[in-house]
């Protein structure tokens, strides 16, 4: 008896895929898809331009399905060629300009009735270049490095970026009440 595509595993999959199973490929799709949307979503696209970069992400990813070796998790690897995705095309957009110390007003995130944040909406309270950072750390994996890579920013200011979006996220997110406009100081 045949083994459903529900049944596979990510890694069977992407290897059947690898050698031509558009089924396959389209199981990870559905399986991964929102995930890849809602990460770019987090890193500031648009809902048009969230679904443009996932589906050519998973385009080529699927050309690309043989070098994926199941080191890491497929949503792992494909949410990593969507973030290099985004990154690209926000620099030849020519909207993309990474700042060192943004000007950005104080933003107020207000908790629902229950008394809770929601992350997405204390994401956009940090500056794009943090919020951008952030994502593709704790998002897509990448490492410090990588982000440095992509982004065309050293490495110091990517730490920096991605230490002060995080110090942010954990004062809004734990109810500090810190404006997030500026980082606090600690000595």
Same mark, same amino acid.
């Given at each position: 008896m045949a083994q459903s595509l529900l049944d596979r595993h990510d890694v069977e999959?992407?290897?059947?895929a690898a050698a031509g199973g558009r089924r396959e490929f389209g199981e990870l799709v559905r399986r991964h898809s929102s995930a890849v949307?809602?990460?770019l979503r987090r890193m500031?696209?648009?809902p048009a331009e969230a679904d443009d970069v996932a589906q050519d992400a998973f385009l080529?990813? &699927?050309e690309?399905?043989?070098? &994926?070796?199941?080191?890491g998790t497929f949503a792992a690897w494909v949410k990593r060629i969507a973030a290099r995705l985004y990154l690209k095309r926000k620099a030849k957009d020519a909207r993309y300009v990474a700042e060192l110390e943004p000007?950005?007003?104080e933003v107020t995130v207000s908790p629902d009735a229950a008394g809770l944040v929601d992350l997405d909406e204390a994401l956009k309270s940090l500056s794009e270049v943090e919020r951008i950072c952030v994502s593709l750390c704790h998002g897509a994996g990448l490492s410090h490095p990588e982000i440095a890579s992509a982004m065309n920013l050293p490495l110091g200011?990517?730490?920096?970026?991605v230490k002060r979006g995080l110090d942010k996220l954990?004062?809004?997110l734990s109810g500090g009440g810190e404006p997030v406009g500026r980082a606090a100081h600690v000595v």
């Open positions: 999959l992407a290897a059947l949307r809602m990460l500031g696209a648009q080529q990813a &699927f690309k399905c043989a070098e &994926f070796r199941g080191e000007e950005q007003a200011t990517v730490k920096s970026h954990r004062a809004r």
